[in-house]
């Protein structure tokens, strides 16, 4: 048996787009589905990222497995009609076919729905038996303990910035309306047994490793046992987090000694009412300074992540929000335009207000504007948006917001000047470009 694993990109974020490798680390999701493939199926597996290279049209499969996100969801169906069409059954699954499995059912032969650590083996053997079911649904005891190490050499290791990608704990149990991700999978917290993290950590090659994980500190304690578990390893490592970090000083200085790096944290907005219009409550703007402070001390670098477009915002919040990014030295700010994806809180919200103006799934990719802003039009916030990360990631922006250059310049340097080749080529990413997929050929 033969499976291939599939994982388009959108323009933006395509090997040939605008993300280069310094922003691109191994991903997790194939690599594990690979190595939960049963030895007795003797199977033989690839992978294919479409952010690191390009997917073959001309492979061969008896079996092709696709994850898909809203953002991609055009593409993956693309390529799903193209092979289906060549004779080759297709499986779709990810965050968008749990959201939306009856659409992506027209596309597939089976939607795996939910987490698919559980129930992947059965639909491999359900397929050898030629009885593959037209729905795979996560079980209700599902667990993340006990899984096998991702099978990270089917990955092309010279195309990320860094292979070292390990999850330890899943989920989040934030309400922020505008997550797709507890209105796919819930908010049940999920955790690795932190032995199993340390003895998969040890097995790595090199010193970086990257928790690709949407909550770090979910849950508190567990947080605290690993990251002093990890202390010994004399490792650095990046992860997520919430800025609830900044003013608890047992996990600053666990993370500190731990080997913490960085931190991508969801700072949302400089407007404390668009917080709240979002649900992210545990956000005070006031405190943002405070915050890069301290955990700069602690000789941690903050990826902060700003989404504009909440309706109490008008087209002054660009420039105050780059000005105070700037004040505040946020080491690699990232810019977004908030994007209601389906079945979420605010999809439902702007739907009933009769503000959804764009359709197609490949404009979901959170830097293009698909509804009708309350406080200025969409093509205002999209302009700004793009105001907002040329201006940034000016060369004089960045050695700004970097001085005294004593923060780990071997590491933020590299960083922005891969957001700045990004910014630069950000506006090139008409709809025109978004929405073609030309290049996979339909007709078979």
Known sequence: MKIAFLAPAGAMHRFNGSFGKSLHYAPLTLTTLAALI???????????????????????ADLICITCITGTAPRCYAYADYFRRKGITVVLGGVHPTLMPNEASAHADSVVMGFAENSFPQLLFDFNAKKLKPFYVQSCDYSISGRPIPRRELLNKKRYITMNSVEAVRGCSLPCTFCAYPAAFGRTIYKRPVLEVIAEIEQLKGRIVLFPDVNLIAERSYA??????????????LGLATSMIGFDDELISVFRKSGCKGLLIGLESINQESQKYVSKGVNHVSDYEELMKRLHNAGILVQGCFAFGADNEDVSTFERTVELIQRA???????????????????????????IIERNWAMYDVEHCVYKPALMTPEQLEEGAAWAWKETYKLGRIAERLAPFTRDAWLSFPLNFGYRGYAEKFKKFTKDVMCDNSDIKIGG
């Open 224 to 237: 605290i046992e690993l990251f002093t578990a990890m202390i010994p390893l004399k490792k650095l490592w």
């Open 38 to 60: 049963p030895l007795e199926l003797n199977a033989e597996a690839v992978i294919y990222d479409e952010t690191a290279g390009t997917i073959p049209l001309d492979l061969e």
């Open 329 to 355: 030295k946020i080491d690699l700010p990232r810019y977004s335009i908030l994007t209601p994806f389906p079945n979420t809180e605010y999809y439902r919200q702007l739907e009933s207000e009769g503000r």
